[in-house]
Protein backbone atom coordinates (compact mmCIF):
# COMPACT_ATOMS: atom_id res chain seq x y z
CA UNK A 1 0.00 0.00 0.00
CA UNK A 2 2.94 2.36 1.08
CA UNK A 3 4.72 1.61 -2.57
CA UNK A 4 1.06 2.12 -4.54
CA UNK A 5 1.15 5.60 -2.17
CA UNK A 6 4.72 6.59 -3.51
CA UNK A 7 4.21 6.02 -7.00
CA UNK A 8 1.04 8.14 -6.78
CA UNK A 9 3.02 11.00 -5.33
CA UNK A 10 5.75 10.43 -7.57
CA UNK A 11 3.44 10.88 -10.98
CA UNK A 12 1.55 13.81 -9.43
CA UNK A 13 4.53 15.90 -9.04
CA UNK A 14 6.00 14.96 -11.86
CA UNK A 15 2.38 16.24 -13.73
CA UNK A 16 2.38 19.18 -12.23
CA UNK A 17 6.35 19.95 -13.06
CA UNK A 18 5.47 19.13 -17.00
CA UNK A 19 2.45 21.25 -16.63
CA UNK A 20 4.25 24.02 -14.40
CA UNK A 21 7.16 23.91 -17.96
CA UNK A 22 4.90 24.14 -20.53
CA UNK A 23 2.98 27.23 -18.88
CA UNK A 24 5.98 29.25 -18.55
CA UNK A 25 7.13 28.48 -22.10
CA UNK A 26 3.90 29.77 -23.25
CA UNK A 27 4.45 33.04 -21.81
CA UNK A 28 4.91 36.51 -23.71
CA UNK A 29 2.50 40.16 -23.85
CA UNK A 30 2.48 43.05 -25.38
CA UNK A 31 4.53 44.85 -22.63
CA UNK A 32 7.37 42.97 -22.29
CA UNK A 33 6.88 40.33 -24.36
CA UNK A 34 9.08 37.12 -24.14
CA UNK A 35 12.14 36.87 -26.46
CA UNK A 36 12.28 33.24 -26.10
CA UNK A 37 10.43 30.02 -25.81
CA UNK A 38 8.03 28.28 -27.95
CA UNK A 39 4.68 28.80 -26.55
CA UNK A 40 3.05 27.22 -29.42
CA UNK A 41 4.03 26.32 -32.82
CA UNK A 42 2.00 27.54 -35.66
CA UNK A 43 0.76 24.67 -37.65
CA UNK A 44 3.18 25.74 -40.64
CA UNK A 45 5.87 27.51 -39.34
CA UNK A 46 8.13 30.56 -41.23
CA UNK A 47 11.47 30.47 -42.00
CA UNK A 48 14.05 31.99 -39.65
CA UNK A 49 15.24 35.00 -41.61
CA UNK A 50 18.18 36.73 -42.32
CA UNK A 51 19.91 40.08 -40.37
CA UNK A 52 19.06 43.45 -41.97
CA UNK A 53 16.56 44.80 -43.90
CA UNK A 54 12.86 42.94 -43.24
CA UNK A 55 10.10 43.60 -45.48
CA UNK A 56 6.50 43.40 -43.40
CA UNK A 57 3.28 43.20 -45.79
CA UNK A 58 -0.17 43.00 -45.04
CA UNK A 59 -3.17 42.76 -47.24
CA UNK A 60 -6.58 42.34 -45.56
CA UNK A 61 -8.17 39.35 -46.71
CA UNK A 62 -11.91 38.67 -47.90
CA UNK A 63 -13.77 38.70 -44.71
CA UNK A 64 -11.61 41.22 -43.37
CA UNK A 65 -12.44 45.22 -43.46
CA UNK A 66 -9.30 47.15 -45.36
CA UNK A 67 -7.92 49.07 -42.50
CA UNK A 68 -6.79 52.45 -43.20
CA UNK A 69 -3.21 52.65 -41.17
CA UNK A 70 -1.56 49.56 -39.77
CA UNK A 71 1.21 49.81 -37.28
CA UNK A 72 3.67 47.47 -36.13
CA UNK A 73 4.32 46.90 -32.62
CA UNK A 74 6.62 44.68 -30.70
CA UNK A 75 10.03 44.17 -29.02
CA UNK A 76 12.03 46.58 -31.37
CA UNK A 77 9.52 49.83 -30.41
CA UNK A 78 8.48 48.94 -26.57
CA UNK A 79 5.10 47.94 -27.71
CA UNK A 80 4.02 51.02 -29.02
CA UNK A 81 1.30 50.75 -31.38
CA UNK A 82 1.09 54.18 -32.35
CA UNK A 83 5.15 54.57 -33.22
CA UNK A 84 5.31 56.45 -36.47
CA UNK A 85 8.58 54.99 -37.19
CA UNK A 86 6.86 51.35 -37.53
CA UNK A 87 3.62 52.85 -39.71
CA UNK A 88 3.14 50.97 -42.80
CA UNK A 89 3.16 52.73 -46.40
CA UNK A 90 0.21 52.20 -47.49
CA UNK A 91 -0.10 51.06 -51.74
CA UNK A 92 -2.21 51.38 -54.67
CA UNK A 93 -2.92 47.79 -54.92
CA UNK A 94 -4.31 47.49 -50.75
CA UNK A 95 -0.76 46.07 -49.49
CA UNK A 96 0.81 48.04 -46.84
CA UNK A 97 4.70 47.71 -46.31
CA UNK A 98 7.20 48.54 -43.89
CA UNK A 99 10.76 47.90 -44.20
CA UNK A 100 12.67 47.37 -41.00
CA UNK A 101 16.47 47.00 -40.37
CA UNK A 102 16.48 43.99 -37.35
CA UNK A 103 19.43 42.65 -35.54
CA UNK A 104 19.56 38.46 -35.00
CA UNK A 105 17.09 37.64 -32.64
CA UNK A 106 13.96 36.51 -31.40
CA UNK A 107 11.24 38.80 -31.97
CA UNK A 108 7.46 38.86 -31.01
CA UNK A 109 4.92 41.36 -32.63
CA UNK A 110 1.44 42.25 -33.53
CA UNK A 111 0.45 44.46 -36.47
CA UNK A 112 -2.14 46.60 -35.34
CA UNK A 113 -5.20 47.83 -37.41
CA UNK A 114 -6.72 51.49 -36.97
CA UNK A 115 -5.23 51.57 -33.66
CA UNK A 116 -6.73 48.34 -32.59
CA UNK A 117 -5.15 45.23 -31.39
CA UNK A 118 -5.76 41.87 -32.94
CA UNK A 119 -7.11 39.32 -30.67
CA UNK A 120 -4.62 36.83 -32.40
CA UNK A 121 -2.00 37.22 -34.71
CA UNK A 122 -2.40 33.28 -35.60
CA UNK A 123 -6.03 34.35 -36.60
CA UNK A 124 -4.81 37.23 -38.82
CA UNK A 125 -1.99 35.41 -40.46
CA UNK A 126 -4.99 32.75 -41.67
CA UNK A 127 -7.65 35.01 -42.66
CA UNK A 128 -4.91 37.81 -44.37
CA UNK A 129 -1.85 37.96 -46.29
CA UNK A 130 1.08 38.74 -43.87
CA UNK A 131 5.05 39.07 -44.75
CA UNK A 132 6.77 37.50 -43.73
CA UNK A 133 5.07 34.14 -42.44
CA UNK A 134 5.65 34.32 -38.95
CA UNK A 135 8.33 31.30 -37.28
CA UNK A 136 5.96 30.67 -35.25
CA UNK A 137 3.36 31.84 -32.79
CA UNK A 138 3.35 31.88 -28.87
CA UNK A 139 0.27 33.22 -25.89
CA UNK A 140 0.30 37.09 -25.60
CA UNK A 141 -1.20 36.60 -21.99
CA UNK A 142 -4.18 38.02 -22.44
CA UNK A 143 -6.14 35.18 -24.85
CA UNK A 144 -4.81 35.31 -27.82
CA UNK A 145 -1.52 35.15 -29.76
CA UNK A 146 1.76 37.50 -30.84
CA UNK A 147 3.73 36.04 -33.95
CA UNK A 148 7.41 35.73 -33.29
CA UNK A 149 9.92 35.90 -36.23
CA UNK A 150 13.46 34.73 -35.62
CA UNK A 151 16.59 36.29 -37.03
CA UNK A 152 19.66 35.22 -37.49
Given at each position: MKKLLWIAAVLIASSAMV????????????????????????????AVLKAGEIVFKFKAGADTEPPQKV????????WNPGDPSYEFEAKDDGTFVLTLEIDP???????????QWPQSMQAMSEENTIEP????????????????????
Open positions: LTSCQAAGKGGKKGGDKGGDGGAAASEGNWAGELNGGTYPYKFVLDGKPTRFIDDGYGGKNAVIEVE
